[in-house]
């Protein structure tokens, strides 16, 4: 059973995305979330106060986006149910998550195999970024050729071990943990820079100072900052690593100065540029329920023959695909982050809600939770599951005393 929970952990980060088994694990997500209905009604989650706002937001997100894309941009309506296919894999976490409750299996030895999985990963993402190591995939749905690099592969499971060991760090106060992050967010930079993950990284470790205060002493503090500053002097003197880091953020702050931007030469940047205005406009055509998802296959004979896609622009996507609906949807989500009671969670879990801050961060940039909703309800379900046990291990003290 542990080795079944794996594989569906790894499947929902992701980690098999552009291989020749991205559609096993597809079909495996799906199937669990065929069971996750089912368990929905047969375990009454929609009558649940801490589970039934997350289920009507997957329901309305759904179909909103089927009912705009038909009547919005003339989408069939297969080719509209199959563009929701990654929010109806958010069914999946609640036949994921009975399961553990059913079987009482221990997440703490399910988190050791999947952190080993986490190391794994990072040796070879590391190895192919020095090496240059590339593969074609070929698309089972499209037929298409894909040159896989290192930049290409999903680093989700590797952002959620970095805030596992935040997490540790924060919890036990052990440094050995800042250096394990270290190691795993180097891997993820070394092929190319992400601007992102920096600009993230250092708001997620600003962020954890204050709600993990009452752990973390003014000494440490004084201690981690140094061996920080140490690190980018030494990044730093590399001077491709300079240039590169320089370049990148030197052209994004031209985007906020209107002499500059002419000069942009970014090609990213520039491309975004577009898609915010294509965004913009599709979002004014209809701003309540937005224009929906739209079918990848379908893109060009909807849209026409523009480079578009919503992960790049984050809350213009968001915006453009969901519209104002999507917008108070991810308010609630940001709201429920706000109000969890963290200090309660142990080691295991508090990594799970760090990552869930992490990527609303990174919804800013991508669009992700909207676009990727399943790692957030998994992380939701198994933050609320950990303070349901919290809660009964407190009764059954009081009841003992």
Known sequence: MNYLIILYIVSIFNVFYLTPVSIFADIYIQAFSLLGIFTIFSHRYYKQKSTRYLIFSLIVLIISSVFSSILFLNQDGISA??????????????????????????????????????????????????????????????GNQLEITADKYSKDLLYLGEMYFLAKYFKTGKFINIIYLGLIFTSTQLYDIQRGDFIFMIAILIICLFLYRKYFSSFKIYLIAPIFIVLLINSFNNSEIKSNITNKFGQMLMVFNAEESGKIDDASIFVRLKEIDFAVNGFMESPISGKGLIRSSKQKDLIGD????????????????????????????????????????????????????????????????????TQFIFCVLLTKLSLEHSLKHRNHVSIAN
């Open 81 to 142: 149910l199959i563009a929701t296919q990654n929010l109806f894999k958010g069914f999946s976490v609640f036949y994921f998550v009975q399961n553990i409750k059913s079987n009482k299996i221990d997440l703490t030895l399910v988190l050791k195999s999947l952190i080993r999985i986490v190391w794994y990963f990072t040796i070879f993402l590391t190895f192919a970024s020095l090496t240059k190591f590339a593969f074609t995939f070929i698309s089972p749905v499209s």
């Open 306 to 373: 523009v480079y578009f896609y919503t992960g790049d622009i984050g809350i213009y996507g968001i915006l453009f695909t969901f519209g104002i609906i999507g917008m108070v949807i991810l308010s609630y989500y940001v709201i429920w982050a706000i109000k969890i009671k963290y200090r309660q969670l142990n080691i295991v879990f508090s990594g799970f809600y760090i990552y869930t801050i992490y990527i609303l961060l990174y919804t800013l940039k991508d669009g992700f939770i909207m676009f990727n909703i």
